[in-house]
T-cell receptor, first 114, second 112 residues
Framework: EAGVTQFPSHSVIEKGQTVTLRCDPI?????LYWYRRVMGKEIKFLLH????????ESGMPNNRFLAERTGGTYSTLKVQPAELEDSGVYFC????????????FGEGSRLTVL | QKEVEQNSGPLSVPEGAIASLNCTYS??????FFWYRQYSGKSPELIMS????GDKEDGRFTAQLNKASQYVSLLIRDSQPSDSATYLC????????????FGTGTKLQVIP
């Protein structure tokens, strides 16, 4: 069974440009999460989809970030325009059920904004 | 105050020793507690979950929870070099939507 896959693994862009990160969850997992880790800090929650609906987007930093999950399958996270402080590793995770706490993580997309 | 606090380490232990990793959390409403292991450059992987006070053992790993003290720990017995990784403590509230909050992680080094 394929795990959570993320693309790209690393993206280097200049301040003001746009980047779109993609996450393919494990097939059949309705719950999809985006997390971000900035250097030296903890992995911070961004948002949670249940199928195509945003269940909780309280962790989204600001309106430069837009997450979508059309059709309830893969998800995209767009940053537009990117700022220096957006640099970090963006993790996607999926879960089959809500009550086990078992999140299956992708290997992350490292974003570097210059 | 951070929601989930861990000593960043590194914690160095000799091979075969017991490694003890600790974590405190601030939200008294937290209901579920997890330990994830993350090898360098890889994704976090769940290794233990605990929901009630006391100890939970799984092979060489024992998770301990004390809700009154808001304290979670992970013991690794007979530590192996392959256990060298960053261990993330994570906490989930009772909101039902599984928002998992992570600590910064403790880096463990097992010296052969």
């Amino acid at each position: 069974e394929a795990g959570v896959t993320q693309f790209p693994s690393h993206s280097v862009i200049e301040k003001g440009q746009t980047v779109t990160l993609r996450c393919d969850p494990i097939s059949g997992h309705d719950n999809l999460y985006w997390y971000r880790r900035v250097m030296g800090k903890e992995i911070k929650f961004l948002l949670h989809f249940v199928k195509e609906s945003k269940q909780d987007e309280s962790g989204m930093p600001n309106n430069r970030f837009l997450a979508e999950r059309t059709g309830g399958t893969y998800s995209t996270l767009k940053v537009q325009p990117a700022e220096l402080e957006d640099s970090g590793v963006y993790f996607c995770a999926s879960a089959e059920r809500l009550n086990t706490g078992e999140l299956f993580f992708g290997e992350g997309s490292r974003l570097t904004v210059l | 105050q951070k929601e989930v606090e861990q000593n960043s380490g590194p914690l160095s232990v000799p091979e075969g020793a017991i490694a003890s990793l600790n974590c405190t959390y601030s939200d008294r409403g937290s209901q579920s507690f997890f330990w994830y292991r993350q090898y360098s450059g890889k994704s976090p992987e769940l290794i233990m979950s605990i929901y009630s006070n006391g100890d939970k053992e799984d092979g060489r790993f024992t998770a301990q929870l004390n809700k009154a003290s808001q304290y979670v720990s992970l013991l690794i017995r007979d530590s192996q070099p392959s256990d060298s990784a960053t261990y993330l403590c994570a906490v989930s509230d009772s909101g039902g939507y599984q928002k998992v909050t992570f600590g910064t992680g403790t880096k463990l080094q097992v010296i052969p």
